[in-house]
């Protein structure tokens, strides 16, 4: 029942309002799936949008400052910077209005929550910056060092499977853990008007609490998330394929028809595939927005696997 009103109510706001789809077409730069591009990235720092951005940014500040730029070049990186600004604010604001537009469950005001999600800002960058920095650092001071001394030691395969293990199961869980926190951090900052510091806390004690349904809720956004997929693939295939044939029939009468009717489907794929990803952005962080306000109100009801863990290991589930 949890789950049945949280996607339900979710996909009721976005019918509410489909302008929410414009904040999710920018939201979306963020990535989905936190969680998995830590599984499949272990050994790799720049696995998502705002830490990408801190690297980019801090090699060039190291060129100003141990290199002679020109004054064309000067120009270009200043110019650069004046626009990944420009978007950085707008991509974190449009997850800012995302969240604020579950609040009260109404429908929701498109200039309010934009400037909502701009007002916190900078709170929700530090969010985010925090989740980098820790992540890095633990990918760079720890995986990396591990990675390399097995590389260049001869060490036993048990002394190496041992090592193995204590990387994935003790970093692994604390960088995904961290990809949740920031999630509740970024909706406590949001929805509750906390501080950077007090959401973050706020979030960890939350997430410490309920573990176990917010790994249960990212399962099945990854389940929901491959079909979507799978939808949204034919989707595009059903706006391409027809006129790619038809293309490739006139192709044989006159070569224009053929360059014209190829780059209309071409259009076509690319806007169905770009509205998929905006719709399905929006609905990614307004589900997750709603799950937070389920977890926070007073006589919450656990999904499935809390009732388990709390039969079976009660200690899980405190």
């Known amino acids: 029942m949890v789950y049945k009103k949280v996607y339900s109510n979710s996909w009721q706001l976005i019918k509410k309002n489909s302008s929410l789809v414009v904040f999710g077409l920018f939201a979306s730069v963020l990535g989905f799936m936190q969680e ?3 599984l499949t990235n ?15 940014w801090t090699s060039i500040l190291s060129k100003f400052a141990t290199e002679n730029l020109s004054l064309q070049a000067f120009f270009y990186y200043m110019l650069f910077f004046l626009m990944a600004a420009i978007m950085l604010v ?3 604001s449009s997850q800012g209005a995302l969240i604020h537009s579950v609040k009260n469950n109404k429908k929701p005001n498109f200039k309010a929550s934009l400037q909502l999600g701009v007002e916190k800002f900078w709170p929700l960058l530090g969010m985010h910056i925090l989740n980098s920095l820790v992540s890095v650092f633990f990918i760079v001071v720890v995986i990396e060092p591990i990675i390399y001394f097995l590389s260049v030691s001869y060490v036993g395969e048990l002394l190496y499977f041992l090592i193995s293990v204590v990387t994935f199961f003790l970093l692994v869980p604390l960088a995904i853990m961290l990809s949740f926190v920031t999630r509740y951090g970024a909706a406590y900052i949001v929805l509750k008007d906390q501080k950077l510091i007090d959401a973050f806390i706020s979030a960890w004690t939350l997430f410490k609490i309920n573990w176990l349904v917010t790994i249960e809720n990212a399962l099945l956004l990854i389940v929901f998330s491959i079909v979507y997929g799978l939808l949204l693939s034919g989707a595009v295939a059903v706006a391409l394929v ?6 490739l029939l006139l192709s044989f009468i006159n070569p224009i028809a053929f360059f014209i009717i190829f780059a209309i489907g071409m259009i076509a794929a690319i806007v169905v595939l770009i509205i998929g990803i905006s719709l399905y952005s929006a609905y990614y962080n307004i589900v997750w927005a709603n799950f937070f306000l389920e977890l926070i109100t007073p006589g919450k009801s656990h999904p499935k696997i809390h009732h388990l863990a709390k039969k079976h290991l009660p ?4």
Do not use: C, E, G, H
């Open 315 to 318: 200690k899980l589930a405190r």
């Open 90 to 92: 707008i991509i974190i």
């Open 42 to 56: 272990l050994n790799k720092v720049d696995t998502d949008f705002i830490t990408t951005n801190i690297i980019q």
């Open 242 to 247: 027809p006129l790619l044939l038809l293309s």
């Open 36 to 38: 998995i591009k830590i």
